[in-house]
């Protein structure tokens, strides 16, 4: 794949990586096996992020030193008396190392990591880690258990909202993205903490959408699909990779030789450190992989899974394991080695209290720029899904009915996985339009379950009705998606699609905000509501991010990074799909309509829907329109080693500027295993006034055109390609072709 893994001591200078070397080395050849164990057990401190395990008195352990870091402890003072217990009363000295979920914001909260993707624009995805990790680290926090990188297909699975959605390359940009934004350029900086790379590996196929549920993958799906992001991630120089819960060839991850021995540490070079999810060592036990912590120690220790997250697996059997002769202690040493190399590169030996300031803490955490980030972020993941006749932006003057509890619910707005986020910190929509709306209207319509009441209908109905336009916040509550909270069905939760429809019989035009972490199947919205705008869950700056969209302050760009289905029904649904017999791709079925002759029945169709999302990868309109010409490629064929361009004039002939988000697909058309129809090779964002012009210039190597082949090995195959490029990937402008030559 031509990747260059950088390990954290590539990271550091030679005479730095000398010391934390010798330091190193000086420490393990001081401590005891015992003490060496503890080093790899991880507890929890205040709050669980899991089903419940065994409980343990963190100070005693930390001050005994049966443990190596902690994760989800409250304060800055409590944090700062796990690090003075560990270096200055218990015997060894070694600092722990503290950890929370900080995912998309740490008190400033962001924009869930879908809807920065959304954004197409890594820059952004940067920015809102880097935010985080300097307020993190003025908390007192050293290891954040994040970018999540799982490629998901399946909106039925709440944990879509964590990762950067369904296509390897997207996914894969966004998140070495926000490796670098957590991680910076140093990791001694007390701006900055340790990244991680999760969930190693397939997480995002978990059968039916359904959390935790069992995977079942071929390797090539593992190798094309949802191992880009963390290669990614890897040459970035991520310090850290979690394991998954889920099973690959029906061995656990946590425990599985060849993902984590052999694939992670042996083919992608990764030396650092290797830290299971929650309590997934001892779930091997209940997969029927272990008969007891006995056998998951051995395994996951053998597998070189270095921390073991709260299952107590290490703790209580792996001095035994060594002294019975059943485990090497080299392999413990291996493991305890990569946590204190970690702890060195991140500068605790030097000062296990850089990350304990008050000072610093009250300067950066919830700043004025940090809130101005956050609103931009948002504004930049907001997706205008379609704007019929117009609706928006709310013109000047124009009165405006306000409906949807949503609209002001400050917690809501939030998301899941909100670190240390506070509804008190956030501004709702409501909020800000009081502030900016001349002439408005607010009625809840529904409670935010979705129900409607008939006194909320009609005072909702009465408020549309005399007003110029209507505004309906509609969608999920942020506890409908996130981690354990997976949806048999997609669709408006309650009565809200019928409160929609009340609405439109009034006449005024309408437009719907959707707050939710998931792609939803909302057909009927689609088709009777002339105007969507995709909010997503925004952060604390939802309020105002989305109020510069609907009062045209922003011009929406945001492009989807999953597809919406039509209906659950069709789920998984992406557009990177392989090629089917029936119809050949070459030709012309409509499969949106019913079958016209037994010749068309036979196809890959369903009776009731079309086989098309509602929604495809990379849609989003705009209140300007673009137009591409002169799509040219630099040659008509291109050897391995060469690179080829391909470049497309693209103008705003609108009236206002906006910014467009060029893609470019590839297709091999003949190769030794079934490719996708398109794949995603390369995106530019790029800004226009109204009337302007510019070239864009991508380009394209074989490195862009490998897969996963017969032969079992990353390479490009010489043969015959398409590139297509579009506004996304089912609105495809120009279609070339070259030829790939030895």
Same mark, same amino acid.
């Given at each position: 794949?031509?990747?260059?893994?950088?390990?954290?001591?590539?990271?550091?200078?030679?005479?730095?990586?000398?010391?934390?070397?010798?330091?190193?080395?000086?420490?393990?050849?001081?401590?005891?096996?015992?003490?060496?164990?503890?080093?790899?057990?991880?507890?929890?401190?205040?709050?669980?992020?899991?089903?419940?395990?065994?409980?343990?008195?963190?100070?005693?352990?930390?001050?005994?030193?049966?443990?190596?870091?902690?994760?989800?402890?409250?304060?800055?003072?409590?944090?700062?008396?796990?690090?003075?217990?560990?270096?200055?009363?218990?015997?060894?000295?070694?600092?722990?190392?503290?950890?929370?979920?900080?995912?998309?914001?740490?008190?400033?909260?962001?924009?869930?990591?879908?809807?920065?993707?959304?954004?197409?624009?890594?820059?952004?995805?940067?920015?809102?880690?880097?935010?985080?990790?300097?307020?993190?680290?003025?908390?007192?926090?050293?290891?954040?258990?994040?970018?999540?990188?799982?490629?998901?297909?399946?909106?039925?699975?709440?944990?879509?909202?964590?990762?950067?959605?369904?296509?390897?390359?997207?996914?894969?940009?966004?998140?070495?993205?926000?490796?670098?934004?957590?991680?910076?350029?140093?990791?001694?900086?007390?701006?900055?903490?340790?990244?991680?790379?999760?969930?190693?590996?397939?997480?995002?196929?978990?059968?039916?959408?359904?959390?935790?549920?069992?995977?079942?993958?071929?390797?090539?799906?593992?190798?094309?699909?949802?191992?880009?992001?963390?290669?990614?991630?890897?040459?970035?120089?991520?310090?850290?990779?979690?394991?998954?819960?889920?099973?690959?060839?029906?061995?656990?991850?946590?425990?599985?030789?060849?993902?984590?021995?052999?694939?992670?540490?042996?083919?992608?070079?990764?030396?650092?450190?290797?830290?299971?999810?929650?309590?997934?060592?001892?779930?091997?036990?209940?997969?029927?992989?272990?008969?007891?912590?006995?056998?998951?120690?051995?395994?996951?220790?053998?597998?070189?899974? %270095? #921390?073991?997250? +709260?299952?107590?697996?290490? $703790?209580?059997? /792996? &001095?035994?394991?060594?002294? =019975?002769?059943?485990? !090497?202690?080299?392999?413990?040493?291996?493991?305890?080695?990569?946590?204190?190399?970690?702890?060195?590169?991140?500068?605790?030996?030097?000062?296990?209290?850089?990350?304990?300031?008050?000072?610093?803490?009250?300067?950066?955490?919830?700043?004025?720029?940090?809130?101005?980030?956050?609103?931009?972020?948002?504004?930049?993941?907001?997706?205008?899904?379609?704007?019929?006749? %117009? #609706?928006?932006? +709310?013109?000047?003057?124009? $009165?405006?009915? /306000? &409906?949807?509890?949503?609209? =002001?619910?400050?917690? !809501?707005?939030?998301?899941?996985?909100?670190?240390?986020?506070?509804?008190?910190?956030?501004?709702?929509?409501?909020?800000?339009?009081?502030?900016?709306?001349?002439?408005?209207?607010?009625?809840?319509?529904?409670?935010?379950?979705?129900?409607?009441?008939?006194?909320?209908?009609?005072?909702?109905?009465?408020?549309?009705?005399?007003?110029?336009?209507?505004?309906?916040?509609?969608?999920?509550?942020?506890?409908?998606?996130?981690?354990?909270?997976?949806?048999?069905?997609?669709?408006?939760?309650?009565?809200?699609?019928?409160?929609?429809?009340?609405?439109?019989?009034?006449?005024?035009?309408?437009?719907?905000?959707?707050?939710?972490?998931?792609?939803?199947?909302?057909?009927?919205?689609?088709?009777?509501?002339?105007?969507?705008?995709?909010?997503?869950?925004?952060?604390?700056?939802?309020?105002?991010?989305?109020?510069?969209?609907?009062?045209?302050?922003?011009?929406?760009?945001?492009?989807?990074?999953?597809?919406?289905?039509?209906?659950?029904?069709?789920?998984?649904?992406?557009?990177?799909?392989?090629?089917?017999?029936?119809?050949?791709?070459?030709?012309?079925?409509?499969?949106?309509?019913?079958?016209?002759?037994?010749?068309?029945?036979?196809?890959?169709?369903?009776?009731?829907?079309?086989?098309?999302?509602?929604?495809?990868?990379?849609?989003?309109?705009?209140?300007?329109?673009?137009?591409?010409?002169?799509?040219?490629?630099?040659?008509?064929?291109?050897?391995?080693?060469?690179?080829?361009?391909?470049?497309?004039?693209?103008?705003?002939?609108?009236?206002?500027?906006?910014?467009?988000?060029?893609?470019?697909?590839?297709?091999?058309?003949?190769?030794?295993?079934?490719?996708?129809?398109?794949?995603?090779?390369?995106?530019?964002?790029?800004?226009?006034?109204?009337?302007?012009?510019?070239?864009?210039?991508?380009?394209?190597?074989?490195?862009?055109?490998?897969?996963?082949?017969?032969?079992?090995?990353?390479?490009?195959?010489?043969?015959?390609?398409?590139?297509?490029?579009?506004?996304?990937?089912?609105?495809?402008?120009?279609?070339?072709?070259?030829?790939?030559?030895?």
């Amino acid at each position: 794949m031509g990747m260059q893994t950088q390990s954290l001591l590539d990271r550091v200078g030679p005479e730095r990586r000398a010391e934390i070397e010798e330091r190193v080395e000086t420490l393990l050849s001081e401590l005891s096996l015992e003490q060496k164990v503890g080093q790899l057990n991880q507890l929890n401190a205040d709050f669980a992020t899991g089903t419940a395990v065994g409980d343990m008195d963190i100070e005693q352990g930390v001050l005994d030193g049966d443990i190596g870091s902690v994760l989800n402890f409250e304060d800055l003072d409590e944090a700062r008396e796990f690090q003075r217990l560990a270096v200055e009363e218990s015997d060894h000295g070694v600092p722990v190392l503290l950890a929370l979920d900080v995912i998309h914001g740490h008190r400033t909260i962001f924009p869930i990591p879908l809807a920065e993707a959304a954004s197409w624009n890594p820059e952004m995805a940067e920015r809102s880690a880097s935010v985080a990790a300097t307020e993190a680290a003025a908390d007192g926090i050293h290891w954040t258990f994040a970018p999540s990188v799982d490629v998901t297909r399946d909106a039925r699975w709440g944990r879509v909202m964590e990762a950067a959605g369904e296509d390897p390359y997207l996914s894969a940009e966004i998140s070495k993205a926000r490796v670098r934004g957590f991680q910076g350029d140093d990791l001694a900086a007390d701006d900055t903490i340790l990244a991680c790379a999760k969930h190693f590996v397939g997480y995002g196929a978990v059968e039916a959408g359904r959390e935790y549920n069992t995977v079942d993958i071929s390797e090539t799906t593992l190798r094309e699909v949802h191992l880009p992001p963390f290669e990614a991630c890897l040459e970035a120089g991520v310090g850290s990779v979690m394991n998954s819960f889920n099973l690959y060839q029906r061995i656990p991850a946590s425990s599985n030789d060849f993902l984590v021995r052999d694939l992670l540490r042996g083919e992608l070079d990764f030396e650092d450190l290797v830290v299971s999810d929650w309590n997934s060592f001892g779930e091997l036990v209940q997969n029927g992989l272990a008969e007891d912590l006995r056998d998951v120690a051995r395994e996951c220790i053998e597998a070189t899974s %270095d #921390v073991d997250m +709260v299952s107590g697996a290490y $703790s209580t059997e /792996l &001095v035994d394991l060594v002294e =019975d002769g059943v485990v !090497d202690e080299g392999l413990v040493d291996d493991a305890v080695r990569r946590l204190l190399v970690l702890k060195g590169v991140l500068g605790l030996f030097e000062d296990p209290y850089r990350y304990f300031d008050e000072e610093r803490q009250a300067q950066r955490i919830l700043t004025e720029d940090h809130r101005e980030a956050a609103r931009e972020v948002a504004r930049e993941s907001q997706v205008l899904l379609k704007n019929e006749d %117009d #609706v928006l932006p +709310v013109a000047d003057g124009q $009165s405006v009915a /306000l &409906v949807g509890s949503l609209a =002001d619910s400050a917690d !809501d707005m939030l998301g899941a996985w909100r670190a240390e986020g506070r509804p008190e910190d956030a501004t709702t929509l409501r909020e800000t339009f009081e502030e900016r709306v001349d002439d408005l209207t607010y009625a809840a319509g529904c409670d935010l379950d979705g129900s409607v009441s008939d006194e909320q209908r009609s005072a909702a109905v009465d408020a549309v009705e005399s007003a110029d336009v209507a505004v309906v916040a509609v969608g999920e509550r942020a506890e409908q998606s996130g981690e354990a909270a997976s949806r048999a069905h997609l669709d408006l939760p309650g009565d809200q699609r019928a409160l929609l429809e009340a609405l439109i019989e009034t006449g005024t035009p309408v437009a719907a905000v959707l707050f939710n972490g998931r792609p939803l199947a909302i057909d009927w919205t689609a088709d009777h509501v002339p105007a969507i705008l995709e909010a997503w869950f925004p952060g604390i700056e939802a309020g105002p991010a989305i109020a510069d969209v609907l009062l045209g302050e922003y011009n929406p760009s945001g492009r989807l990074p999953m597809s919406f289905p039509v209906t659950e029904g069709q789920v998984p649904i992406y557009y990177n799909r392989l090629r089917t017999g029936r119809p050949p791709e070459n030709v012309d079925v409509d499969l949106t309509e019913p079958p016209a002759h037994d010749g068309e029945k036979y196809m890959s169709r369903y009776l009731d829907i079309p086989n098309a999302p509602l929604y495809s990868f990379g849609h989003g309109e705009s209140y300007t329109d673009f137009a591409y010409t002169g799509v040219t490629l630099g040659d008509e064929t291109v050897a391995m080693d060469d690179t080829l361009s391909v470049e497309v004039t693209v103008e705003n002939t609108g009236d206002v500027t906006g910014t467009e988000v060029v893609q470019v697909y590839v297709n091999d058309l003949v190769a030794s295993r079934a490719r996708p129809i398109k794949e995603l090779a390369a995106f530019e964002n790029v800004e226009l006034e109204s009337g302007e012009s510019a070239t864009v210039s991508v380009e394209l190597t074989a490195d862009d055109l490998e897969f996963w082949t017969a032969d079992e090995e990353y390479a490009a195959e010489p043969g015959e390609f398409e590139v297509m490029v579009g506004h996304a990937a089912d609105d495809i402008v120009a279609t070339e072709t070259f030829g790939l030559v030895e």
